[in-house]
T-cell receptor
Framework: AQSVTQLDSQVPVFEEAPVELRCNYS??????LFWYVQYPNQGLQLLLK??????LVKGINGFEAEFNKSQTSFHLRKPSVHISDTAEYFC?????????????FGEGTQLTVNP | NAGVTQTPKFRILKIGQSMTLQCTQD?????MYWYRQDPGMGLKLIYY???????DKGEVPNGYNVSRSTTEDFPLRLELAAPSQTSVYFC?????????????FGSGTQLSVL
């Protein structure tokens, strides 16, 4: 079984500031890692994912994340945020061997970008 | 491009009532999922299906039932609604594969049980 912990439930930042949303995972097997975003009153959309290869993954809307196996982390970053990035962000993990695309989600981080 | 469509968007139930949340997708995805989202808890998997006629329990299946008679449809049934089932429900689908596939989500059903 695997689990995901998002270390911050709320992150307020000012427009054009950098942001990092932290995610740690726990698993006894190799995993795939994901970040999804949920805008108000909408379903989740995939931001980016790590399957293999380069540990720095680039996604949509200028976001990127770095897989750190030794620290079991997959933190999400953006160098300069916009008001439109205000949303809830979910880190998720799936087991490479047994669970296919079934995801275990973290509790979510509400990013609020202020003018 | 309809994607994943959920109905209804909102519903209020009385304790003990039953209802079916509808989910349909037009992407010919074999895999479909039902998640519930509670504040501060993330999303929890209720049931999933890897193809027509095949369903399996997720993390929180108690109080729910599903069926998968076609590739397109994956309804979720609540038989005896309880206040603990007040939540936002999301249906999702994905291509079959070796893992790591992108999930496509519907816009959700907000359910209140009073």
């Amino acid at each position: 079984a695997q689990s995901v912990t998002q270390l911050d439930s709320q992150v307020p930042v000012f427009e054009e500031a950098p942001v990092e949303l932290r995610c740690n995972y726990s698993s006894s097997v190799s995993v795939y890692l994901f970040w999804y975003v949920q805008y108000p009153n909408q379903g989740l959309q995939l931001l980016l994912k790590y399957l293999s290869g380069s540990t720095l993954v680039k996604g949509i809307n200028g976001f990127e994340a770095e897989f750190n196996k030794s620290q079991t982390s997959f933190h999400l970053r953006k160098p300069s945020v916009h008001i439109s990035d205000t949303a809830e962000y979910f880190c998720a993990v799936s087991d490479r061997k047994t669970s296919g695309s079934r995801l275990t989600f973290g509790e979510g981080t509400q990013l609020t970008v202020n003018p | 491009n309809a994607g994943v469509t959920q109905t209804p968007k909102f519903r209020i139930l009385k304790i003990g009532q039953s209802m079916t949340l509808q989910c349909t997708q037009d992407m010919n995805h074999n895999y479909m999922y039902w998640y519930r989202q509670d504040p501060g808890m993330g999303l929890k998997l209720i049931y999933y299906s890897v193809g027509a006629g095949i369903t399996d329990k997720g993390e929180v299946p108690n109080g729910y039932n599903v069926s998968r008679s076609t590739t397109e449809d994956f309804p979720l049934r609540l038989e005896l609604a309880a206040p603990s089932q007040t939540s936002v429900y999301f249906c999702a689908s994905s291509y079959p594969g070796r893992g790591g596939e992108k999930l496509f989500f519907g816009s959700g059903t907000q359910l209140s049980v009073l």
